[in-house]
């Protein structure tokens, strides 16, 4: 089971410069455990106290999984993730 | 330095008239790696506020897949203050997340929606350190010109 993951460029500096990596698991939250088993220290940047962060923003298949299931949303092989954070300020 | 030409200031400036007293806010794109500002993308404030703006998510992920494809990066990511200075807030130094744009602010606080100047200035914030950088605007047919 293979998922492509799109990173931005904030967070390549987890990812040795790759612009997309692949990872895997049934649900996003599984996948971003994934993610840090190989890439330490991306979780916490995506994550703040078992949330999504507010300003990160994660799309599963073109869809802001904010209107999909969230950190449970469901995974299958060959669905794109993408990782892009909030362009906001004050 | 960010080097603009002038139909992209102005384009900025507008906008931000325009929105005022709600921030206005886009993105100028360009070739990824070349820092030329090319082509002006107006967004949304999705949060309509005069104290804050936020690109809407699904148009930000349109925005994205968009540059992605013509392999072009955010050379300025701009918006407007409508009743501070142009200079970045707390919230926009801990919110910046793209180390290699230039972030432009536009104060609106004098003029508003009518004709008059405004503050137009530009900034690197890069791990909450901000860098005050020259704007400097060029005409479009002279660059072309000053090449040959």
Same mark, same amino acid.
């Given at each position: 089971m293979a998922i492509e993951v799109r990173i931005p460029t904030i967070l390549r500096t987890y990812t040795d410069?790759?612009?997309?990596?692949?990872?895997?698991?049934?649900?996003?939250?599984?996948?971003?455990?994934?993610?840090?088993?190989?890439?330490?220290?991306?979780?916490?940047?995506?994550?703040?106290?078992?949330?999504?962060?507010?300003?990160?923003?994660?799309?599963?298949?073109?869809?802001d999984v904010r209107f999909l299931g969230g950190l449970e949303t469901e995974l299958k092989d060959g669905d794109q993730v993408v990782v892009l954070p909030a362009v906001a300020g004050g | 330095m960010l080097r603009l030409d002038r139909a992209t200031y102005d384009g900025i400036v507008a906008h931000a008239k325009r929105d005022h007293p709600v921030e206005a806010c886009g993105v100028v794109a360009g070739p990824a790696g070349s820092d030329r500002a090319e082509r002006l993308v107006e967004m949304v404030n999705a949060a309509g506020s005069p104290t804050f703006y936020e690109f809407d998510t699904t148009d930000l992920f349109q925005l994205y897949k968009q540059m992605d494809a013509d392999d072009e990066e @955010?050379?300025?990511?701009?918006?407007?203050?409508?009743?501070?200075?142009?200079? @970045?807030?707390?919230t926009d130094i801990g919110l910046a997340m793209e180390p290699n744009a230039h972030y432009v602010l536009v104060s609106t606080r004098e003029h508003g929606n009518n004709d008059g100047p405004v503050e137009f200035r530009s900034y690197r914030i890069v791990d909450g350190e901000v860098t005050e950088e020259q704007v400097e605007l060029v005409d479009g047919s002279s660059t072309t010109r000053s090449t040959a």
């Open positions: 410069g790759e612009k997309s990596v692949t990872g895997e698991g049934a649900t996003l939250s599984a996948l971003i455990d994934d993610l840090e088993s190989s890439h330490s220290g991306i979780k916490d940047r995506l994550l703040d106290g078992g949330d999504l962060r507010r300003f990160v923003n994660v799309y599963v298949n073109d869809e | @955010p050379v300025v990511v701009y918006h407007s203050h409508t009743a501070t200075e142009a200079y @970045p807030s707390r």
